[in-house]
């Protein structure tokens, strides 16, 4: 036991000077920095690899800043260029799972630090964030006695005067380790809770997510359903199981881009107890060229 602490304490003490050596300087972060308020404009984002070094949201400004252990599994769609930040080589063993269409555009070293520049696929705008409209959306029960309506409150669509948690309305869950702006939508048993918004106006994609709050997946319980129709038409159906992360759906729309549509999502479980659910969607069309001389332009 005492060799296999020895050797642990020698090898801990290997990667602390090895990380030392290659740990960047405060010089070498004032110059990234300065480097990336002057490039990136409010439609790109910058990643930070690996992703805890933290260190890069003192340089970094007001610019779009993401820390993920899985970058080419992130929604970039509505960014025009990315600019990676590579701490430790972290850049070399990540890039070869980016997608295809991320286009490298150049690179610059700044002591320790690389910054990448990729030129991301023409970028969607948002038009309609369905978290910012709630007050706008209509939400009732459908249970064994018929449509049963939710008072709107504010932002809240109250559905129960006893059950507290019987409510569609903004809130913030812990869901994959991380706080998710999302739409409060606990099942209840035996009924169906139904969000509904007309009169949308339809881009080319419809993406969002659902998921249980980490509270939920501890206490334990049964799927959620979560279903989404425009018109009537089933365009997207989620299974929520009792698991930490978020439960993406992303669905094609361009056939509707431009048009007119009432989006309706369904939710339901075989037993509400402990399901603490939420979900979130933002409706996407394309956004306008890029200026001349940009990395994402095209020749």
Request: aromatic residues 10%; glycine residues 8%; hydrophobic residues 40%.
């Amino acid at each position: 036991m005492a060799l296999v602490f020895a050797g642990a304490s020698v090898y801990a003490l290997a990667q602390y000077w090895r990380q030392a050596q290659t740990r960047p300087a405060p010089a070498d972060w004032d110059a990234a920095g300065e480097y990336l308020r002057s490039k990136a404009a409010r439609d790109d984002v910058v990643a930070v690899l690996p992703f805890f070094a933290e260190r890069a949201r003192q340089i970094s400004g007001d610019l779009n800043l993401i820390f993920s252990r899985s970058l080419e599994k992130e929604d970039l769609s509505i960014y025009r260029n990315l600019y990676a930040v590579s701490l430790f080589g972290e850049h070399d063993r990540a890039k070869d799972r980016f997608p295809p269409e991320w286009r490298a555009a150049g690179s610059h070293r700044f002591g320790k630090i690389e910054v990448i520049t990729y030129a991301l696929p023409p970028p969607l705008r948002v038009t309609m964030d369905l978290v910012d409209q709630a007050d706008k959306a209509d939400v009732w029960m459908e249970t064994p006695r018929g449509k049963v309506d939710c008072r709107r409150w504010g932002v809240r669509h109250g559905c129960s005067g006893s059950e507290s948690w019987n409510y569609v309305g903004p809130t913030s869950l812990n869901i994959d380790e991380k706080p998710r702006r999302c739409l409060w939508a606990h099942p209840v048993t035996g009924e169906t809770k139904v969000v509904q918004w007309k009169n949308v106006e339809m881009g080319s994609r419809l993406l969002g997510y659902a998921g249980l709050s980490r509270t939920a997946v501890t206490m334990g319980g049964m799927p959620v359903q979560l279903t989404v129709e425009s018109d009537g038409e089933k365009i997207a159906s989620v299974t929520v199981l009792n698991e930490s992360r978020i439960f993406p759906f992303d669905v094609d729309t361009g056939k509707l881009l431009g048009k007119r549509a009432t989006l309706t999502f369904r939710v339901t479980t075989p037993h509400d107890g402990g399901r603490h659910f939420c979900f979130a969607g933002e409706i996407r069309a394309p956004a306008e060229a890029p200026a001349t001389g940009a990395p994402g332009a095209q020749p």
